[in-house]
């Protein structure tokens, strides 16, 4: 197909406004089947026009009366990375990737699932110490407990209806004894089981160590079923807000497996927690080579702690940003976001991954949390990031064949 210009120096109209309509509206381009596109039209917000790249053929006016290549072929070129512009440089547009699944290791991991969950859950419970005790009551083990409260987690129904799950776990040899579902609730209420349920979610991401190496940091909320209520002096009757709860996760984007988490009040910051975040993920054996997150947590203490260990901070700038900044780490991400919009932008989108990761969270496991003590609601957010990395194992076991071992020492650095 020959290209059409004016002249050789002096890049074709129609060209450039192909170009204008890859950046003001190339997401809307769409691919009908084949070499087939729909584009929009710049003027009619609800028209468009039908390209046939084989061909060389639109139906727009343009290509109708001159029977050249009209501004809408020359956008899908662009589209398609296929075009050489009249002067002689090429043009690219973005092009819109698609994520292959995986299905025959994706329909196994789903069929086995639960019965793999269960058994990389024992794993993680050896773990878990029970503290001695002289006297008393014989006590449950911790172990158990813990067990069973994420079972019924993942399940998704009440402590009463996941008693059988229980119960079966406990003719399967999973655990020694079946706690009741009272028993769960009051443990889970309390504040030092926080600590241990922190600790098996990180355990939980290391067999995913030599994958993982660009990560993704982020916040979200879970709703709880308690209201903050106070007395309107001004307009004289009582209100009430709903209470929630935040998540800080840093997750890693080939898996989306949670390597730290930290839960707090809704009303806490997020910049803050993303050095502690990132100090986990090393600890734990991490090879962090890259770091994304969004504008809430640009800062220089965030972007000099993320170059300290080694990493590359993706995090864009605000409106009001001065190039400037007051440290090195700063003034280099600076100059990497302004000079080279277009490969920050793809290292950027990783990010993506964190609220992908949220959201399987939220479906698999629920939006909200059951429990009225604010300790309990604390420990079930904790059992739901437990559940997301147990099923993320199951899922690296056939797609990428991983062993999964806890409770390993961590491989010495180089």
Known sequence: MDETTTSETTPDLRSQRGLAIVAGHGKRIRQIVGTTYLVPSQTNESGGYVVKVEDGTCTCPDYELRGGRCKH???????????TMPDGSVATGERSYTYPQNWPAYNRAQCEEKERVQVLLRGLCDGVVQAPQKTGRPRLQLAD?????????YSTVSGRRATTDIREAAKSGMIEHAPSYNSLFRYVERPELLPIL????EESATPLRALEQKFAGDS???ATNTYNRWF?????EEKKEQRWIKAHAMVGTVTNVITAVRVTESYEADCPELKG?????????FDVKEVSADKAYLSNENLVAIEAVGAVPYTPFKSNSNPSGSTDAWNRLWHHYSLNKREFGRHYNQRSNVESTFSSVKRKFGHSVRSKCIDAQY?????KCLCSNLTTLVHSIHEFGIEPKFWMPQPEAA
């Open 73 to 83: 072929l020359w956008a899908v070129l662009i589209i398609r990375c296929e075009v």
């Open 145 to 153: 407990v813990i067990y069973g409260a994420t079972l019924k987690v």
């Open 198 to 201: 922190t600790m098996l979610v």
């Open 220 to 222: 979200t909320g879970f």
């Open 232 to 236: 309107d002096h001004k307009y004289g």
């Open 277 to 285: 975040l990132l100090a986990t993920t090393v600890a734990n054996g």
């Open 379 to 383: 420990n079930e957010v904790l059992l």
